[in-house]
Nanobody, 120 residues
Framework: QVQLVEAGGGLVQPGGSLRLSCVASGIIFSMNRMGWYRQAPGKQRDLVAHITAGATTTYAYSVKGRFTISRDNAKNTVYLQMTSLKPEDTAVYYC??????????????WGQGTQVTVSS
């Protein structure tokens, strides 16, 4: 059974920092592309950042230079370091694991989400 468990969300003032973590189980973590997505009320779920098995990173334009995604394959954990947070970063943040199964079929697994609120 695949599980992605996020932690680290909370309330932070504008300009502050938070670090999200996501621990994965039930998958071969090192072979998966891991990502963070977010969904604000009334909006669609959008990519924040992802990191491939080879550690290539991709960021949404709105977070470039402020957020950093990283992974620790020994701990089956992906991180999202968020700095210079803005009110528009407020959303539920979801961890994602993307890969292919034995038959070559793509899959996506999701965590339960963690709330990040940026407000004074």
């Amino acid at each position: 059974q695949v599980q992605l468990v996020e932690a680290g969300g909370g309330l932070v003032q504008p300009g502050g920092s938070l670090r999200l973590s996501c621990v994965a189980s039930g998958i071969i973590f090192s072979m998966n592309r891991m990502g963070w997505y977010r969904q604000a009320p009334g909006k669609q779920r959008d990519l924040v950042a992802h990191i491939t098995a080879g550690a290539t990173t991709t960021y949404a334009y709105s977070v470039k230079g402020r957020f950093t995604i990283s992974r620790d394959n020994a701990k089956n954990t992906v991180y999202l370091q968020m700095t210079s947070l803005k009110p528009e970063d407020t959303a539920v943040y979801y961890c994602n694991a993307h890969g292919s199964d034995y038959y070559g079929k793509d899959y996506d697994y999701w965590g339960q989400g963690t709330q990040v609120t940026v407000s004074s």
